[in-house]
């Protein structure tokens, strides 16, 4: 297949908003590809690259964007021609590796078409953004290969690898889904949760279920069988190595052949509360020796589930079977902290949960989870079944500048850069975010900020701090990239504060006493 395919679907899909016709987009490229070409269709459309990391970043871009590299007149680079290339630039290392890397590059967009330049270019850089994510591309898949979403669906959650799934069914058609079983050994996608407004919405949606401490530490899935232990991550990276602690918890479990589902956290010695996600984060990424890591910060697995036990495969169990199960394999310490609601219509049962998500919040952890007592283990969605509760926190910023949007948004300017005001009047940005942007709020801001523009890269339109815009958010992230040391974690747009002048919008020292109980 041609890579100006691809470019051509990802501007059709970028261009639409109705999921129906990004599925029938993508169902039509799925029949058109060779089914050993749908692996790569799936990360490109994603923006990603099968190889990670390949050392192309900003400083060779910039040498080589059109019109410094001229364009080919008819399209002719294959999807396997470009892969070639990429894995290529990932084994580029020592001396005079960006020279090569540059050159590879040029030959590369030489034989790219103007259309699929630009596609690449935004590959590269990370900026595909034309919403053909794994769950839209799965529902192409589906279709193309003729078989129920559902059961693909199902297929990849015990596979864990949408592309491999869809190469399979696409080459052998529906009987092939049959294969993909659990295997304890082999990661599976992580069940993931919705998000309600309260507990009480929570318990009211769900009826009969168990209310959980949501823990802000890193996700693992805990694989054992025998003597052998594998951890992984969220996004299924095999990280057994860096975590010994869990290693080794999970070899005192009980049972055998288990695969577990939980979280890695920090406790602070002196206090007996959870120490910053990025601390964990920092622990588990650290290139430091196991060892010296392991005494800067003691880490400890808690865990809310378990997939598999002693041969038999949990997942289509209910919640509470799967969880005497849990409570059979790990002693209480090591299990999550939870209160059942059995009955949502019993005096003081919706009030009893709301003081547990009060507890649990005093306790400095992020939130709850409300989940059915009923409920299987549907991995690789955010299921209705499980929802999550955090407190909302808000912000009054100003907008200091905006950048060209892509895809969809193209024309539009979109990801803001937002500040709080400092004491001298200046403003310190504390973040970007393009995320909660109707149409409508993306086009009237696009006006009204080319009404305050300062200057214009062709990137990043600089304007006059006087648009306020309100911001929710979940908490604070300690970062050396912005002035006043941290970030906002999840920021999102709520509405425009065109009433509201800059000299009103929050201060930074408003934003770090409110952050103290937040900062991640």
Known sequence: MLLARVA???????????????????????AEAEPEESPLVIAYLSGRLPQGRIGVGWSVLKHVLPPAVPAAERPALTLAATDAVM????????????????????????????????????????????????????????????VPPEDLRRAVMLEGSLPRVARAVLAEGPAVLESFVLRVGSPVQPMLA??????????????????????????????????????????????????????????????????????????????GRPLPFQDIASRVGSRLDVD??????????????VLAADGEVLVDRPGHERHAVLARLLPEPLRVRRTVVDDPAAPDAVEEAERFFRDTLARGHEGVLVKALDAPYVAGRRGRTWLKVKPVHTLDLVILAAERGHGRRTGTLSNLHLGARAADGSFVMLGKTFKGLTDEMLRWQTARLGELAVSDDGFTVRVRPELVVEIAFDGLQRSSRYPAGVTLRFARVLRHRPDKRASEADTVEHVLAIGRGLVA
């Not at 051509?8 to 799925?30: H, I, M, N, P």
Request: hydrophobic share 45%.
């Open 8 to 30: 051509e679907v990802s501007g059709q899909v970028a261009a639409t908003s109705a999921r129906s016709r990004k599925t029938d987009l993508l169902a039509q490229l799925f």
């Open 87 to 146: 894995t290529e630039l990932a084994s580029v290392a020592g001396s005079g590796a960006q020279a090569r890397r540059l050159g590879l590059m040029r030959d590369l967009l030489a034989a790219a078409t103007l259309p699929e330049q630009e596609f690449l270019l935004r590959l590269l850089s990370g900026d595909v953004r034309q919403g053909a994510l794994d769950a839209v591309a799965l529902e192409g898949v589906a279709r193309a290969a003729k």
């Open 194 to 271: 919705h998000t309600a407004g309260s507990v009480t919405e929570a318990v009211a949606a769900l009826g009969p279920c168990v209310v959980e401490e949501k823990l802000d530490g890193i996700r693992v899935q805990v694989h054992r069988w025998g003597d052998e232990v594998r951890v992984y991550t969220r996004s299924l990276d095999d990280i057994t190595a860096r975590l010994p602690e869990v290693v080794a918890t999970a070899r005192e479990a009980g049972g055998d052949r288990i695969v577990l589902d939980g979280e890695v956290i920090a406790l602070d010695p002196a206090t």
């Open 292 to 305: 010296t890591a392991r005494a800067g910060v003691p880490v400890s697995p808690v865990f809310f589930d």
